[in-house]
Structure formats: structure tokens, C-alpha cells
């Protein structure tokens, strides 16, 4: 076994680095690697642990699958692998967002996102890795030992050494806690997610549009809902601290979800469905860097509420952490580099989080069908809607184009005027 460097400084020729996960965090860290190690001459090994197996859709990372802008340009420029086109089911246009009883469409001149089935996309991303020459290993990393010149990684197939590790391991709480016992890294806090799909025939998707369906029920315990259209089918989900499959059946049956959902003979249940679990972060980990080892993606909690940009995040983090690495070092004083590169998401959080806290609000006070009613009659807040709803847009941009004292006094009399209107049009239904 070779002995690795006591140097914690930039990643120097022949340095070992191990990736704990396959998703996007994970790849894109290893592409980064293999890409500066090539443009800085110098050869660094990379070995990547993976315990599912997405080639033949043996094994699934639960999520919907839609890719947002600019992914293209972050695969191509940032990790110098092709956007694989090939893959696109569906170019997602706009947002239709809908309360219990009213609804909007949300449209913008931004590139479209594109849908994809996900498994599909993380078996490519797990080839290109491979193409450059990146270690796949197909098993669990079990346990890590920290030393002051190396990291002794122990998995179901082994036991390798590293010069530094880099968790990329999503909700996974068993690898969580692995590293928890060895470092002082703490997960996240997440939000349950329960995810299903239909395929209504190639008639009813033909006419479905290319839109995404987004729900704010007021129905306690669900925060939020999606109907995303496919290739073949259509793909619901539900996010909430306790949903389960008594709460997604709740959630089909809406009036609001039914208007949208082709009828099915026999209901839309347990019989008819396949439901899958999932989770997603909605806070920050602690420590989730340190003396020879980063943490990106979801595990790391940087992602924006209601699961914005999920794919791009991740993508993004891997390679602040590769750059940081290859340049600064591999110490926790190293690591703020990549820090202050994740401030472009962590920046982000607070406002964020007030934004799901008011549309929560919003949605369980019955308050949605009058945001809706004055999105119809304002372009600058259906524009707000769209890039909240869309992850287009950061909520800081968001909340300070809303801030604006002129536009605050024109809603307001806007809403003021409602009830009256409402009065007119009773008395003049009225014989």
C-alpha cells in the first residue's frame, strides 16, 4: 500500500483522491479533478465508490428529472463532457402553478429545461467518468480512518487510501453516519419526498403541453406537489415532513391535481401505482469540510427550497471542490476556497427559506387563489412567480425586485379593490 503525503497543500503529482457517491456531486467532482490534474500536469488517481447500478435501470436515485438551465454549458465548460441531447424526453417551457381552485400559467424568454429520465442520466455521467479514466468501483464505502498523512477508506469490496475523500453521497444516512463517526460532519436536516407516474397513452401526452404542473396545497402536511410531463408518462411528487402514500393518494384526488390527471378505470391507488421514497436537504450540514475531506451536493445541504436546480448544484459544488483542491489544498484552512465559492448557493439561503416560509403560509391561510388573481393582472409578479417556482432566478434577485416601494402601493390597492369587485359582480348576479 503507498504511503500518501503529510502535505495537505495543493494536490501534487500522484495523489489519490477517493469520491464516495455516483450522482452528479460525485462525477462532477472527478471529471474537475481529471480535468485540472490534466491542464496542470500532473497525474492524479481517482477511484469512485457507487453502490447502485443505474446501466440497464438496475438501480434508481429517486427524483423527477428535470434538468435546468444553464446545465448545457456546465457539463460542457465546467466538466468538458458533451450535454448528452440524446437524453431529452421533454423541453420544459413554462409552469402552470396552481392553488385549490384557481391557476396561472408561468411563462418566461429563458432557455427551456429538459426533462430526462434520471437514471438514464447518472449511468451517462458514470460513463463519461469512466472514458476519462476515472476508477468506478461498484460497492459501499463501510467505514473511514482519518490519519495525519492519509485516509484509510473501508468498503464492501476492500480497502483503499486516499490523499483526501470527498462525500458526495446524497441522503444516504448509512454513509452519513460513516462519516459523522469519523469527522465532525453533521447531515442536514430533510424533507420527505414520495414520487409515482403514469402513462395515460401517447394521445393524452401528446396533448398534455410542455409544461410543468406545480401545486401549493392548502391540505395540511403536504408543502408541495408537481405533475412533470415525459416522454411516456407524467411523474408526480410531494414533498412534505410527513407524507407517505396515504398523503400522495390525498393529493391525486384533488380537484386540482384531477383537472390536470387523465381518469383511470379503478382509481388512482395502490393497485394502479408504484410509490417511491426519497428526501432532500433543507438546511446547511455543519463541518461539511476539514482536514482531508469535502462533502457537495445534497449531502452537503446545498440545494435551494423546493428543490430548485438540484442536478446543477450538485455539479457545481464537485467542481468548486476539485478547484479548491488542485489549487489551495486539502485543509480545512484550504477548504475556504470552496467555501466561499459555495456562497453563490449558501448567500441564497436565508431568502430562500423566508420564501418558503411565506408561500407555506400562503397556501395554508387559503391566500394563494388572491396571489394568483393579482399574478393575472401584474407581469412583474407572475415574473417573480415563474423564477421562484422555475429555480431560474436566486430568491435574493427575487425578493429584492419585489422590494420596490411604488410597486407594493400599487398591489395594495390592487387588493384593496378585490372585495369591492367581488361585491359588484354579486350584486350584479343578483335579479
Same mark, same amino acid.
Given at each position: 500500500?503507498?504511503?500518501?503525503?503529510?502535505?495537505?497543500?495543493?494536490?501534487?503529482?500522484?495523489?489519490?483522491?477517493?469520491? $464516495?457517491?455516483?450522482?452528479?456531486?460525485?462525477?462532477?467532482?472527478?471529471?474537475?479533478?481529471?480535468? +485540472?490534474?490534466?491542464?496542470? &500536469?500532473?497525474? @492524479?488517481? %481517482?477511484?469512485?465508490?457507487?453502490?447502485?447500478?443505474?446501466?440497464?435501470?438496475?438501480?434508481?436515485?429517486?427524483?423527477?428529472?428535470?434538468?435546468?438551465? !444553464?446545465?448545457?454549458? =456546465?457539463?460542457?465548460?465546467?466538466?468538458? $463532457?458533451?450535454?448528452?441531447?440524446?437524453?431529452?424526453?421533454?423541453?420544459?417551457?413554462?409552469? @402552470?402553478?396552481?392553488?385549490?381552485?384557481?391557476?396561472?400559467? +408561468?411563462?418566461?424568454?429563458?432557455?427551456?429545461?429538459?426533462?430526462?429520465?434520471?437514471?438514464?442520466?447518472?449511468?451517462? +455521467?458514470?460513463?463519461?467518468?469512466?472514458?476519462?479514466?476515472?476508477?468506478?468501483?461498484?460497492?459501499?464505502?463501510?467505514? +473511514?480512518? *482519518?490519519?495525519?498523512?492519509?485516509? @484509510?477508506?473501508?468498503?464492501? #469490496?476492500?480497502?483503499?487510501?486516499?490523499?483526501? %475523500?470527498?462525500?458526495?453521497?446524497?441522503?444516504?444516512?448509512?454513509?452519513?453516519?460513516?462519516?459523522?463517526?469519523?469527522?465532525?460532519?453533521?447531515?442536514?436536516?430533510?424533507?420527505?419526498?414520495?414520487? #409515482?407516474? @403514469?402513462?395515460? &397513452?401517447?394521445?393524452?401526452?401528446?396533448?398534455?403541453?410542455?409544461?410543468?404542473?406545480?401545486?401549493?396545497?392548502?391540505?395540511?402536511?403536504?408543502?408541495?406537489?408537481?405533475?412533470?410531463?415525459? &416522454?411516456?408518462?407524467?411523474?408526480?411528487?410531494?414533498?412534505?415532513?410527513?407524507?407517505?402514500?396515504?398523503?400522495?393518494?390525498?393529493?391525486?384526488?384533488? !380537484?386540482?391535481?384531477?383537472? %390536470?390527471?387523465?381518469?383511470?378505470?379503478?382509481?388512482?391507488?395502490?393497485?394502479?401505482?408504484?410509490?417511491?421514497?426519497?428526501? *432532500?436537504?433543507?438546511?446547511?450540514?455543519?463541518?461539511?469540510?476539514?482536514?482531508?475531506?469535502? $462533502?457537495?451536493?445534497?449531502?452537503?445541504?446545498?440545494?435551494?427550497?423546493?428543490?430548485?436546480?438540484?442536478?446543477?448544484?450538485?455539479?457545481?459544488? &464537485?467542481?468548486?471542490?476539485?478547484?479548491?483542491?488542485?489549487?489551495?489544498?486539502?485543509?480545512?484552512?484550504? *477548504?475556504?476556497?470552496?467555501?466561499?465559492?459555495?456562497?453563490?448557493?449558501?448567500?441564497?439561503?436565508?431568502?430562500?427559506?423566508?420564501?418558503?416560509?411565506?408561500?407555506?403560509? $400562503?397556501?395554508? /391561510?387559503?391566500?394563494?387563489?388572491?396571489?394568483?388573481?393579482?399574478?393575472?393582472?401584474?407581469?412583474?409578479?407572475?415574473?417573480?412567480?415563474?423564477?421562484?417556482?422555475?429555480?431560474?432566478?436566486?430568491?435574493?434577485? =427575487?425578493?429584492?425586485?419585489?422590494?420596490?416601494?411604488? /410597486?407594493?402601493?400599487?398591489?395594495? /390597492?390592487?387588493?384593496?379593490?378585490?372585495?369591492?369587485?367581488?361585491?359588484?359582480?354579486?350584486?350584479?348576479?343578483?335579479?
Amino acid at each position: 500500500m503507498k504511503t500518501s503525503s503529510n502535505s495537505m497543500g495543493p494536490l501534487r503529482d500522484g495523489a489519490r483522491v477517493v469520491v $464516495i457517491g455516483g450522482g452528479p456531486g460525485g462525477v462532477g467532482a472527478a471529471l474537475a479533478i481529471a480535468n +485540472l490534474a490534466s491542464q496542470m &500536469g500532473r497525474q @492524479i488517481h %481517482v477511484t469512485l465508490f457507487e453502490g447502485k447500478v443505474f446501466a440497464g435501470e438496475r438501480h434508481f436515485n429517486q427524483c423527477v428529472g428535470v434538468l435546468s438551465p !444553464p446545465i448545457d454549458r =456546465i457539463l460542457q465548460d465546467s466538466l468538458g $463532457i458533451p450535454f448528452p441531447r440524446h437524453l431529452i424526453q421533454r423541453e420544459i417551457t413554462g409552469y @402552470i402553478l396552481h392553488s385549490d381552485r384557481r391557476a396561472i400559467l +408561468l411563462e418566461c424568454d429563458d432557455p427551456p429545461g429538459f426533462a430526462v429520465r434520471r437514471v438514464q442520466f447518472d449511468a451517462y +455521467l458514470l460513463e463519461q467518468a469512466r472514458a476519462c479514466g476515472i476508477q468506478v468501483v461498484n460497492g459501499r464505502v463501510t467505514d +473511514l480512518e *482519518f490519519h495525519a498523512n492519509r485516509v @484509510i477508506v473501508y468498503g464492501d #469490496t476492500g480497502n483503499s487510501e486516499a490523499d483526501v %475523500v470527498v462525500g458526495a453521497f446524497g441522503s444516504d444516512d448509512g454513509t452519513a453516519l460513516v462519516f459523522e463517526r469519523a469527522t465532525d460532519y453533521r447531515a442536514p436536516r430533510f424533507l420527505n419526498s414520495i414520487v #409515482t407516474k @403514469i402513462h395515460p &397513452g401517447a394521445e393524452f401526452m401528446a396533448q398534455f403541453g410542455n409544461c410543468i404542473h406545480a401545486f401549493l396545497p392548502s391540505a395540511p402536511g403536504i408543502e408541495f406537489g408537481a405533475v412533470t410531463p415525459k &416522454g411516456n408518462h407524467l411523474t408526480m411528487n410531494i414533498a412534505g415532513a410527513r407524507v407517505d402514500v396515504n398523503a400522495m393518494g390525498l393529493f391525486l384526488h384533488s !380537484p386540482a391535481a384531477r383537472a %390536470v390527471l387523465p381518469r383511470l378505470d379503478g382509481g388512482l391507488g395502490e393497485n394502479d401505482l408504484a410509490f417511491f421514497k426519497g428526501r *432532500f436537504p433543507t438546511s446547511q450540514a455543519r463541518s461539511f469540510s476539514g482536514d482531508r475531506y469535502v $462533502i457537495v451536493g445534497d449531502a452537503a445541504g446545498l440545494m435551494r427550497p423546493f428543490k430548485g436546480k438540484g442536478v446543477n448544484s450538485a455539479l457545481l459544488s &464537485g467542481t468548486w471542490a476539485a478547484r479548491s483542491m488542485m489549487t489551495a489544498g486539502i485543509s480545512t484552512r484550504a *477548504f475556504r476556497q470552496y467555501h466561499a465559492a459555495c456562497r453563490e448557493i449558501t448567500d441564497d439561503m436565508p431568502y430562500g427559506k423566508a420564501m418558503r416560509a411565506i408561500a407555506i403560509g $400562503i397556501s395554508k /391561510w387559503h391566500l394563494l387563489d388572491t396571489v394568483i388573481a393579482l399574478a393575472a393582472q401584474d407581469a412583474r409578479l407572475r415574473h417573480a412567480l415563474f423564477g421562484a417556482v422555475s429555480a431560474h432566478r436566486s430568491y435574493r434577485a =427575487i425578493v429584492h425586485e419585489l422590494l420596490d416601494a411604488r /410597486w407594493l402601493a400599487r398591489m395594495a /390597492w390592487m387588493l384593496a379593490k378585490m372585495p369591492f369587485r367581488n361585491r359588484l359582480d354579486k350584486e350584479r348576479k343578483t335579479p
